[in-house]
Nanobody, 127 residues
Framework: QVQLVESGGGSVQAGGSLRLSCAASGVTSRTYCMAWFRQAPGKERERVASFDLANGSTQYADSVKGRFTISQDNAKNTLYLQMSNLKPEDTAMYYC????????????????????WGQGTQVTVSS
């Protein structure tokens, strides 16, 4: 049973930083891709960044490249998203997700390929 629990969201001013954490239990093999998605009110859920557990490769949405960094601590079974130079348009609910069987290929961008989701953590950036 895979369980994902996010933490670390909050309210910051533009230009500030936050680090999100996702404690993952039950992800016992390297055949998974892990990812952070976000969804703002009235918008589609979009992939922000992904991490391939098989080879450590990462992918980012164009809108966050150079500002966000995804990483994973294998010993702690925790996925992170370090967010810097935050902008008001980064305001959204952020979700951790896991896609079984995609590790070592490429991490999918669409939400429909992700089997497991956390409950989300809110990030609010004020100008």
């Amino acid at each position: 049973q895979v369980q994902l629990v996010e933490s670390g969201g909050g309210s910051v001013q533009a230009g500030g930083s936050l680090r999100l954490s996702c404690a993952a239990s039950g992800v016992t093999s390297r055949t998974y891709c892990m990812a952070w998605f976000r969804q703002a009110p009235g918008k589609e859920r979009e992939r922000v960044a992904s991490f391939d557990l098989a080879n450590g490769s990462t992918q980012y949405a164009d809108s966050v490249k150079g500002r966000f960094t995804i990483s994973q601590d294998n010993a702690k079974n925790t996925l992170y998203l370090q967010m810097s130079n935050l902008k008001p348009e980064d305001t959204a609910m952020y979700y951790c997700a896991a896609a079984r069987g995609w590790g070592g290929t490429y991490c999918p961008a669409t939400r429909y390929n992700y089997n497991y989701w956390g409950q989300g953590t809110q990030v609010t950036v004020s100008s």
